[in-house]
């Protein structure tokens, strides 16, 4: 409950506060990576806004979001999406490990934002 509480206190700051209170109630009857039709590829990185530019026009992918020192990049197919990814790192003479995870609130929210 302090969790809903907190999420319901920071959705008076936002612009659109019923979808973030609508998915804190899915959330709480759902399993998160069923809400997001996505694949998310976490990737790691020392300079996340530097990666999130260079990657962003990669095939496959929908969306750039920075989380930290973390990237997550969401697409429709995973396969298509981690081939790109790692196609233009391999140009760029850059190793950086991808791992595909399963999405985060953050990412349902912002999926349903675009």
Do not use: W
Request: charged fraction near 25%; proline fraction near 4%.
């Amino acid at each position: 409950m302090l969790v809903i509480r907190n999420l319901v206190a920071e959705a008076d700051r936002l612009a659109q506060p019923a979808i973030l209170i609508t998915l804190v109630l899915l959330a709480a009857a759902v399993r998160i990576p069923h809400l997001l039709d996505k694949t998310i590829i976490e990737l790691k990185c020392s300079e996340p806004v530097k990666y999130a530019r260079l990657l962003k026009d990669c095939r496959g992918i929908d969306s750039v979001q920075i989380f930290g020192d973390r990237l997550h990049l969401a697409g429709a197919d995973g396969r298509i999406m981690r081939a790109s990814i790692e196609k233009k790192l391999h140009e760029e003479g850059v190793s950086l490990k991808l791992s595909t995870v399963s999405p985060s609130i953050e990412d349902v929210f912002v999926n349903l934002m675009q």
